[in-house]
């Protein structure tokens, strides 16, 4: 897998994408002014660049005419949220359009969304032996499809989103259930128990005493 | 109903109304004069007749007999005489007609209402198709008295009435036709202006304020024009002003809320990831870093906000003398980092009048852009001297310059000609136009003179004071 | 849409209240009309030249109508139809009676008179103006040998309008004045009071062998200029109207001659 190359003057949101996509493991490259970034763009390949549209040396619009005839893959993120500027950044070829402030798991979901439609990134994340075709929203286990309610699929994807790291208990329940919902930690953790019983991961979804959950995978 | 049928209308209908009282008056005279002279000329007819037939009997009588046929014979020679073609005449004795050349239509009880009028009198009376003028004058010759009732023939006078008002009104309706079309024709050239203004005044409703009704007529609708294009002209100006202003204020929010965007991202990213699960020390002390540092930014931008909208709402400053030297000391003494950069050369005794803090203030954002434009000689040069435009003060650097195209934007706020590296010097984008603000409330404009990689100079008039 | 409807039916109203006034002479016409066919008009009886003294003498007024009406003067020769002796009948008859009113008139006149008259050939000649009043041109010779022409004029109650004949007699001033006085009684003319004598100096190209004396009197009341000349061997009297205008032009008429 070739990096992401992540293009902001804003140094805290470039390293704060850039540990967003590593969680995932992504690896990235950060370039802080157009002209880095060009250079970065002719020395190596990448599988997707994040592009701000307000850049010293050269801007966004004018980065993307360079980019585009390499076919990688373009998501702009800008704090400019007019229509107008939507529109002429997708016309300009790229593919989604980011606007700040974003959550994580926004910028996550969108990143691989257009590596999955560019047909660059996992079509399939993977744990185990369970696969889930994200397109589909199907879930296999050993090549058997294992039926999974939304809510279940939602706990699932969250925990493959985030695999080794342990996750708080109110954080996952709100990345799940949503943050206007009442926080009922008995819910999650029946959720978790099903999870655990419909794909046999007694071991691999850990309880961590007083933090919450974590998916384990031995590499 | 437009203007030009009402103008039309109107002239046509005074115009009918005088050329028919006109007319009619003239045509009221003009037979009253024909008829005068028809009866004067028919009196005295009249009379000549009753005189021959008086003359004529009495001669008559003078042989010593008057028959009855002598009077008829009289009467004939007297018709001979006087003629037959307009009317005639006849003679009565007793209610009895001994002859007569009266003309058939003319009924006999006329003819006898004629005599019991009298000599003094005239009757007109209708006959047919024409009128006839009716006199009986009593003629006594030997004892008898007999009655001459002539008629003259006056149809002439009524047909000619008749005649003159139909050429009349014929002239009347040609008349009134050419007053028309002039009137159309003229109504129309005298109101072209205002349909100018009226297609002018529809562009203005509709936005445009663009279009000028120039005309060069110097009666009241050119006037008219001539106002109405000097009010588009300002309502154009107004509102060039308004939608600049608007603009501006859009530009303001939009700048704002894109300077608030970067610093809330950051927070929230990395609180978010820092609440969301386990993560290694060293990303956790790098996430906690930006968190506080762009709370920092924002927590300065929000003051230098609050200070421009105080501003902003502030209209006049009370100003008051204030020696320039001590304003100068003040800017230094805030920035200890930057004094061994300052190099100041000012009259100690110079005063103006202004807003010391406010002034100080001004001072220290120009210095410390001077500052960050990374003089060649690490210098930031500050001089104050008297000119006739009042005190001049000026701050200048032999820094890397600002390009030409920002020069006129970079007291908008928010606005940075390099904004990565403003950001890296912690510049807000609001200094100058905090320093801009200030300037005005003095009543002066600050003027910049760049040159890219040779440096600014900032110039400031001051009012002089006294002491 | 409406507002060209409207502007339309402005434009009718207009025209019809137009045509309406135009033709509102008509009505007005035919009602004025009505009252002069309905009324009695007042109608003057005679132009008042003449003083009303002047008026009720029959023969002033007659005079001063006929020349009023009529245009005639005693202008002998207007109009002249050749007649007989019958015709003439008894018209030397009532010169007579008028002329032996006269005081004035003697034998010796009488007998030259109708010495004349006899004398006069057929055709005899007459103008008559056909209104009462009747003239008479008679060609004649007044000593045997020369012709002349004997005239006369007589109103319709044989009044003696003017008169022309030679004569034999001679007259002086003097003479004229009573025949004038003589005159104005029988016509009853000497009724009116403000006679008065015109000063008449040339008349005529006379020669200066031949005598001339003439006389005139003007009536201001009446109207009516008098006159008597005898200009060598010729007797010429009469009365014609005269208004007070044309009698200062015959005044500066025969001054300059």
């Known amino acids: ?219 | 109903m437009k203007l030009a049928p009402k103008l039309v209308l109107t002239i046509l209908l005074l115009l009918g109304i005088l050329l028919a009282a006109g007319g009619g008056w003239l045509l009221k005279t003009d037979f009253e004069r024909n008829f005068d002279q028809a009866r004067t000329r028919n009196i005295l007819a009249h009379r000549r007749d009753t005189y021959s037939l008086q003359n004529g009997l009495l001669v008559k009588v003078s042989d010593g007999m008057l028959s009855r046929q002598a009077v008829v014979d009289y009467g004939e020679s007297l018709g001979r005489y006087v003629g037959q073609e307009e009317g005639g005449f006849a003679v009565y004795q007793n209610e009895e007609s001994l002859y007569s050349s009266l003309p058939g239509a003319l009924e006999e009880q006329e003819v006898l209402r004629a005599i019991e009028a009298g000599e003094e009198a005239l009757l007109l009376q209708k006959a047919g198709e024409s009128s006839y003028m009716l006199m009986a004058s009593g003629v006594q010759v030997a004892g008898e008295e007999y009655w001459l009732v002539s008629a003259y023939d006056v149809t002439g006078v009524f047909r000619a009435r008749e005649d003159k008002f139909q050429e009349l009104f014929r002239l009347e309706l040609a008349a009134l036709a050419l007053a028309g079309t002039a009137a159309a024709l003229a109504v129309n050239w005298m109101i072209r202006p205002l349909k100018k203004l009226e297609k002018a005044s529809r562009a203005v409703a509709a936005g445009d304020y663009t279009l000028s009704t120039a005309t060069k007529s110097r009666d009241e609708v050119g006037a008219l024009s001539r106002s109405f294009d000097a009010m588009t002209a300002t309502v154009r100006d107004k509102v060039d002003q308004m939608e600049d202003t608007i603009q501006r204020q859009k530009q303001f929010v939009a700048a704002f809320t894109h300077e608030l965007k970067t610093p809330m991202t950051s927070i929230l990213g990395y609180s978010d990831l820092l609440r969301s699960g386990e993560m290694d020390p060293e990303d956790q002390r790098q996430a906690v870093q930006y968190i506080h540092r762009e709370a920092l930014r924002l927590e300065m931008l929000s003051g230098k906000l609050m200070q421009l909208m105080g501003l902003v709402e502030q209209e006049e400053l009370t100003l008051e003398p204030v020696r320039l030297a001590l304003v100068l000391r003040d800017t230094a003494a805030s920035l200890p980092e930057l004094a061994p950069m300052l190099e100041i050369r000012c009259d100690p005794a110079l005063t103006v009048l202004a807003d010391r803090d406010l002034l100080a203030d001004l001072v220290r954002n120009l210095v410390v852009n001077a500052a960050r434009a990374q003089p060649k000689d690490d210098r930031v040069h500050i001089t104050a001297g008297r000119t006739e435009n009042g005190i001049v003060l000026r701050v200048a650097d032999r820094g890397r310059g600002i390009p030409e195209a920002d020069l006129p934007h970079i007291t908008e706020p928010f606005y940075m000609v390099d904004k990565s590296r403003a950001r890296a010097q912690n510049g807000s984008g609001m200094g100058l136009a905090l320093c801009a603000r200030i300037a005005r409330l003095h009543g002066s404009e600050l003027h910049f003179t760049s040159k890219l990689g040779q440096g600014t100079v900032v110039e400031l008039n001051l009012q002089e004071g006294t002491v | 849409m409406k507002q060209k409807l409207f502007t339309a039916a402005a434009f009718l109203a207009v025209f019809a209240f137009l045509a309406l006034v135009l033709a509102a002479p008509l009505p007005l016409m035919e009602r004025s009309d009505e009252v002069l066919y309905t009324q009695v008009m007042p109608r003057q009886l005679a132009a008042d030249g003449q003083s009303a003294e002047a008026r009720s003498i029959d023969f002033a007024r007659q005079l001063y109508d006929r020349d009023q009406l009529l245009g005639i003067k005693n202008y002998a020769g207007s109009i002249l139809r050749l007649t007989d002796e019958e015709t003439l009948g008894d018209a030397p008859y009532r010169l007579y009676d008028f002329l032996g009113q006269m005081d004035f008139w003697g034998e010796e006149e009488q007998a030259e008179l109708e010495r004349q008259i006899a004398n006069a050939p057929p055709p005899w000649r007459s103008a008559s103006d056909n209104v009462g009043f009747s003239a008479w041109n008679l060609s004649t010779t007044w000593d045997g040998e020369h012709w002349f022409s004997l005239q006369w004029e007589l109103s319709a109650e044989g009044q003696l309008v003017r008169m022309r004949m030679r004569t034999p007699l001679e007259y002086t001033g003097q003479d004229l004045e009573h025949l004038m006085d003589e005159y104005l009684a029988v016509t009853g003319l000497d009724a009116l009071e403000d006679w008065q004598a015109r000063e008449v100096t040339v008349q005529l190209a006379v020669d200066e062998q031949s005598t001339a004396v003439l006389r005139a009197r003007y009536s201001t009341g009446a109207k009516l200029y008098l006159y008597a000349n005898y200009v060598d061997g010729t007797l010429v009297f009469g009365v014609c109207p005269l208004e007070k205008e044309e009698l200062d032009q015959l005044d500066v008429s025969l001054t300059e001659k």
């Open chain 1, 1 to 219: 897998m070739k990096p992401i190359l992540i293009v902001d003057d804003e140094v805290a949101i470039a390293q704060l994408i850039a540990m967003t996509l590593a969680r995932m493991g992504y690896s990235c490259q950060m370039a802080f002014d157009g002209l880095r970034a060009a250079e970065l763009l002719e020395q190596n390949e990448y599988d997707l660049v994040l592009l701000d549209i307000m850049l010293p040396g050269a801007d966004g619009y004018e980065l993307i005419d360079f980019i585009r005839p390499t076919g990688i893959p373009v998501i702009f993120i800008s704090a400019k949220t007019t229509v107008a500027d939507r529109v002429k950044g997708l016309h300009l070829g790229a593919c989604d359009y980011i606007v700040k402030p974003f959550a994580p798991e926004e910028l996550l979901a969108r990143v691989e969304n257009v590596l999955r439609l560019s047909g660059r990134g996992q079509a399939l994340l993977k744990a185990g032996d369970v696969t889930v075709d994200v397109a589909t929203r199907q879930v296999k286990k050993a090549g058997q499809e294992v039926a999974l309610t939304p809510t279940e699929y939602q706990l699932l994807l969250v925990l493959l989103h985030n695999k080794n790291i342990a996750l708080y208990r109110d954080t996952l329940y709100e990345r799940v259930w949503g943050r206007d919902a009442e926080l009922d930690t008995r819910t999650l953790d029946i959720h978790i128990h099903r999870l655990r019983k419909k794909l046999g991961w007694q071991h691999m979804i850990r309880t961590i005493p007083r933090i919450g959950y974590r998916l384990e995978e031995t590499p």
